[in-house]
């Protein structure tokens, strides 16, 4: 592969990790909504799984955009 084959794949990676950056900031503003209630709490374990899927994501763009370094 090359480096722009690499960097194709960050390139949508990078929209998945704005995909679920959008998506951890509204389970966050549900969570805040009603934080003592069952779905608050369920939307904080959401959202914080999501932020840990969005990292691993954000981490995999980085190591593609550096293999040509």
């Known amino acids: 592969m090359s480096g722009s084959d690499y960097e194709g794949i960050a390139e949508r990676l990078a929209a998945i990790e704005e995909e679920l950056r959008n998506l951890a900031y509204e389970r966050l503003r549900d969570a805040a909504r009603d934080p003592d209630s069952d779905a608050g ?29």
């Open 41 to 69: 709490e369920a939307a904080e374990r959401d959202e914080r799984r999501v932020n840990q899927a969005r990292r691993a994501i954000a981490k995999a763009i980085n190591a593609l955009r550096t293999i040509d370094d």
